[in-house]
Every structure is written in structure tokens, then in C-alpha cells.
T-cell receptor, first 112, second 117 residues
Framework: KQEVTQIPAALSVPEGENLVLNCSFT??????LQWFRQDPGKGLTSLLL?????REQTSGRLNASLDKSSGRSTLYIAASQPGDSATYLC???????????FGTGTQLKVEL | GAVVSQHPSWVICKSGTSVKIECRSL??????MFWYRQFPKQSLMLMAT?????????EQGVEKDKFLINHASLTLSTLTVTSAHPEDSSFYIC?????????????FGEGSRLTVL
């Protein structure tokens, strides 16, 4: 059974700082790994999707990497802004069972 | 991009009543839809997987007679919480996988917050 863990659970940083969010998964047989953002009381916004054959994906100030062999993914946020404050979720898609397993989330707060 | 719409976005009901939540793929056909629930400050937990025209597959511990899922068309899946009780209060989110889309690329609805009094 796939288990996805995110560290840290919460993070508070000053505006402008670069930061890294970590995601680990136990079953390396994944099709892809996705990063989402969730604002309080809202649904999910897809940020980046990395296919199993890829090493990283970039979108604007966001960069996500994937290391299947070690069961890890990181989300790098450059020059953080208060508007980046949200909960960030990673999710691993496992083909066997066609399931997306979510991590525990990292609650990010970027302060002025 | 692909859009998934959920309705209602929030609902308050009395204990013992049934509530139906709709999940629609607006600009694509969804062969598979997933239903999740999320408790406060927790991650999303998969409840069931529904394929168009067939019975839903429920995750362990999810009561299929309480959470009725219908996926009658390629653009609509519904989740009915039957005889709702306060412990069913939660945030319910659906996602859809596009026919012919990248494996595992899912599009999420905005979520539906259910409060049972």
C-alpha cells in the first residue's frame, strides 16, 4: 500500500525566501507525482505533474523534482510571496489500482 | 484547461436526511471519477472510484450503502450521502480522469462542504 509523507507539516518563512517542500513515497512504482495547492476551504489547484520518466518540471517560480529510486520529490519555491501561503499537497499516482495517494500536506505561511 | 465543477459548493442539512453532490466534467469526457473526503487539517482520503456505466469501487472502511455513487454518463458522477449524521460533515472533493489523457492526470472539482446538524 502506497504511503506518502510530507515534511515539514508546517512552515513559516519571511517574504522573499527560497524554500523546499519535501515529499516521500513508499512504493516507487508510480506513474506520476503531482503537486497541488489548497487554500483554506477550497478545492485543489494543480501546480506541477511529473511523469515517472521525468526528473523535474518547472512552472514560473516553482520547480518540482522526482527521484523514483529513492521515493522522493521536492517542490522548490523561489522568492516566496505572501500569496504563496497555502497548504501544499503532493500525490503519487499508482497504476495498479489506478489510485492517487495524497501526502499529509505542508502548511506554508509567507510573512511580510 | 479541463474543468471539473462540483455542486453544491456547500450544503447544510438536518441529521437523517440525504444529500446529493454532483461532479461534472465541463469540457471533456471522464471515463473515471474519484471521490475524496477531507477532514479539517487532514489530507484527502479516497472514498471510491467510479467508472462510467459500472458500479463504483469503494475503499476499505467506506460504507457503500451510505455513500451512493452513480456515474451514469461520461460527464457526470453523483455522490449521495444517505441518512446523513454529524460525523459525515466533511469536505468532499471529486476528480476526473480524461478519456485519452495522460495516465494519472486528474482534474479536481472545487469541493463541497457538507455540514450535518
Amino acid at each position: 500500500k502506497q504511503e506518502v509523507t510530507q515534511i515539514p507539516a508546517a512552515l513559516s518563512v519571511p517574504e522573499g525566501e527560497n524554500l523546499v517542500l519535501n515529499c516521500s513515497f513508499t512504493d516507487s512504482a508510480i506513474y506520476n507525482l503531482q503537486w497541488f495547492r489548497q487554500d483554506p476551504g477550497k478545492g485543489l489547484t494543480s501546480l506541477l505533474l511529473i511523469q515517472s520518466s521525468q526528473r523535474e518540471q518547472t512552472s514560473g517560480r516553482l520547480n518540482a523534482s522526482l527521484d523514483k529510486s529513492s521515493g522522493r520529490s521536492t517542490l522548490y519555491i523561489a522568492a516566496s510571496q505572501p500569496g504563496d501561503s497555502a497548504t501544499y499537497l503532493c500525490a503519487a499516482f499508482t497504476g495498479g489500482g489506478n489510485k492517487l495517494t495524497f501526502g499529509t500536506g505542508t502548511q506554508l505561511k509567507v510573512e511580510l | 484547461g479541463a474543468v471539473v465543477s462540483q455542486h453544491p459548493s456547500w450544503v447544510i442539512c438536518k441529521s437523517g436526511t440525504s444529500v446529493k453532490i454532483e461532479c461534472r466534467s465541463l469540457d471533456f469526457q471522464a471515463t473515471t471519477m474519484f471521490w475524496y473526503r477531507q477532514f479539517p487539517k487532514q489530507s484527502l482520503m479516497l472514498m471510491a472510484t467510479s467508472n462510467e456505466g459500472s458500479k463504483a469501487t469503494y475503499e476499505q472502511g467506506v460504507e457503500k450503502d451510505k455513500f451512493l455513487i452513480n456515474h451514469a454518463s461520461l460527464t457526470l458522477s453523483t455522490l449521495t450521502v444517505t441518512s446523513a449524521h454529524p460525523e459525515d460533515s466533511s469536505f468532499y472533493i471529486c476528480s476526473a480522469q480524461a478519456r485519452g489523457g495522460h495516465t494519472g492526470e486528474l482534474f479536481f472539482g472545487e469541493g463541497s462542504r457538507l455540514t450535518v446538524l
